[in-house]
């Protein structure tokens, strides 16, 4: 199995203005382009970001740009994909 990681990020106003986000996504950002995650072109990344609802990322190099999925009711949370 290729190693995956699941990054979960807090996009909340608070969030955003503590300059949290921006630094997380930054230094995570900077570890990808490294090839520092173990299993080069194996790994698996997953990005999950919440405040009220859920975002998941599509971010496969075969789209023509990255997909954005919402689930807004976090009592009845699924994988769109």
Do not use: W
Request: with cysteine; proline share 9%.
């Amino acid at each position: 199995m290729p190693p995956s990681y699941i990054f979960c990020f807090d996009v909340s106003q608070p969030a955003i203005d503590s300059g949290y986000l921006q630094q997380a996504a930054h230094t995570i950002k900077g570890i990808i382009e490294e090839g520092a995650l173990p299993g080069q072109d194996r790994t698996r990344v997953c990005f999950l970001a919440f405040d009220k609802g859920l975002y998941y990322f599509n971010l496969r190099s075969t789209l023509k740009s990255p997909q954005m999925m919402v689930i807004p009711d976090s009592q009845d949370v699924y994988l769109p994909c």
